[in-house]
C-alpha cells in the first residue's frame, strides 16, 4: 500500500478519510435497504481544503459524494430501492466555500441532491435542523479548532434530531494541552461537564479518561451509545486526535468498530511508511530496491487485546448465562477499546479451552465468528462450563 500523492504530509487525513469511506459505504446500504427513503449526509465543516485534484476526491466532499452515488445505485439495481440522497455542506472560509459552490455547481454526481451555506455551522444549527427534516440523517463534525464547537451544550439541538448519527473529530491533542489551564475552566465544562482531575494517570489513561468524560457528557444530550477510534500523529506513536461516533442503533456500533478495525489497519501501514520516508530523507539515501515490506500488524497488540477480551467475557459470564444479541454485543463493543474480532477470538479460546459453552447451538462447525449476535428470539445464550 502507497499513500496517495496528494495525502502526503497529511497522513492523519488519509487515515480519517479511509474510516468515513468505509463507514459510509456500510451506513448507507444498510439504512437504505430497510426503511429509510431519503437519506441526509451533512458535513458542518467541509472546506474544501488542499484538494489535490478537481473531482475532490482526496476530501470530504468528494468522498461522501461518492458514496452515496455508487450506494444509490447499488440499493436501486440490487433491492430495487428508489432511495433519495441530500447532502448540505456548511464552510465558513469565502475562499473555500466559493470552491465548494463552483464545484456543486457543475458536480457529476446528478441524481445526489446537494444544497451549501457560507457561515459558521454553529450560527447555522436552526437552519440545518429544518433542513433535516424527519429523515435519517449523517453528520460528520470535522473542526480545525476545538473550542465551542463540538461540545454537547452547542450541539444539543442536532444532537436531540431524533434520526441522527455522528462522527465528530474530537482534536484530542490540542485539547490536552490546556486542559489544565484555569482560564480554559469553561471551555473543559463544555466539552466534558466538568473540569477533568488527574492524579497519577500514565498519557494513555489520560486520555482514555478525558474520551470517557466527552462521551458521557454527549450521550446525556443524545441519548444513544457511542464509540471511537484514535488516529495517530503521523510518524508519532501519540494520538492527534479521535473520531467519536455517536448512534441510537446497537448494530451501528458493531459496523463502526468493524470500519475502525479495518481503518487500524490501514494506519499501522501508513504509519510504517511515514516513518521509512523520514528515515530515508534523514539518511539522504534513495530507495534503490523499490517497495519495502510494511507491518500490517503487532502481533503483541493483538494477543494482548484477544486477552483482554477473554478476560471481560470470563467477567460477563460469571453471574450466569448471558444472551448475546445485539443489544449485549453493542454494550460490549462500548465498554471497551476492543474490536469485534477481538472478541470472537477470544470466544474461540474459551470454547477450545472448554470454559465456556453455547446452550443453544451445535458450533462445533465454528471457526471464525463464534458469537453470532442477532434479535432476541434468534440470539444465543452463553455460559461458563
Given at each position: ?268 501501514r501508513t504509519q510504517a511508511e511515514v516513518k521509512l520516508r523520514h528515515q530515508l530523507e534523514r539518511s ?102
Open positions: 500500500m502507497t499513500i496517495p500523492d496528494s495525502y502526503i504530509g497529511r497522513e492523519q487525513a488519509y487515515v480519517k478519510h479511509q474510516i468515513l469511506k468505509t463507514y459510509l459505504q456500510r451506513l448507507f446500504l444498510i439504512i437504505g435497504q430497510h426503511a429509510e427513503s431519503t437519506i441526509n449526509y451533512i458535513d458542518c465543516f467541509s472546506g474544501p481544503w488542499q484538494a489535490g485534484d478537481k473531482k475532490l476526491s482526496d476530501t470530504s466532499i468528494g468522498i461522501s459524494l461518492e458514496q452515496m452515488y455508487a450506494c444509490q445505485n447499488d440499493l436501486s439495481e440490487t433491492f430495487g430501492r428508489a432511495v433519495k440522497f441530500r447532502a448540505l455542506y456548511i464552510e465558513k472560509d469565502p475562499n473555500a466555500f466559493q470552491a465548494l459552490k463552483d464545484f456543486l455547481d457543475n458536480s457529476p454526481y446528478t441524481t445526489i441532491e446537494t444544497c451549501c451555506i457560507n457561515g459558521d455551522y454553529t450560527e447555522k444549527i436552526p437552519e440545518i435542523v429544518d433542513w433535516c427534516g424527519s429523515h435519517f440523517s449523517f453528520f460528520f463534525v470535522d473542526p480545525k479548532g476545538w473550542q465551542k464547537v463540538v461540545g454537547a451544550r452547542t450541539m444539543k439541538p442536532l444532537l436531540q434530531l431524533p434520526k441522527a448519527e455522528f462522527l465528530i473529530n474530537l482534536m484530542y491533542d490540542f485539547i490536552n494541552r490546556f486542559v489544565s489551564l484555569e482560564h480554559h475552566a469553561e471551555d473543559m465544562i463544555e466539552l466534558f461537564g466538568e473540569i477533568p482531575q488527574f492524579s497519577t494517570e500514565l498519557p494513555r489513561e489520560r486520555e482514555t479518561k478525558l474520551l470517557q468524560l466527552y462521551r458521557n457528557n454527549t450521550i446525556r444530550s443524545y441519548d444513544g451509545r457511542s464509540g471511537y477510534v484514535r488516529i495517530e500523529k503521523p510518524g508519532r506513536d501519540r494520538t492527534l486526535y479521535a473520531l467519536v461516533y455517536l448512534t441510537r442503533h446497537p448494530r451501528g456500533l458493531d459496523v463502526f468498530k468493524a470500519a475502525a478495525e479495518k481503518m487500524n489497519i490501514v494506519q499501522r539522504n539515501t534513495d530507495d534503490l530496491f523499490g517497495d519495502i515490506p510494511l507491518a500490517v500488524s503487532n502481533l503483541s497488540d493483538t494477543e494482548a487485546n484477544i486477552a483482554t477480551a477473554q478476560d471481560f467475557l470470563v467477567s460477563q459470564l460469571n453471574a450466569g448465562p448471558l444472551l448475546i444479541d445485539w443489544e449485549c454485543w453493542a454494550d460490549f463493543l462500548e465498554q471497551t477499546d476492543l474490536y469485534p474480532s477481538d472478541f470472537q477470538a477470544a470466544m474461540r479460546n474459551l470454547v477450545k479451552d472448554g470454559s465456556v459453552v453455547n446452550l443453544d447451538a451445535d458450533i462445533s462447525r465454528r471457526r471464525k465468528n463464534f458469537i453470532k449476535p442477532n434479535w432476541q428470539n434468534k440470539s444465543e445464550r452463553w455460559s461458563l462450563a
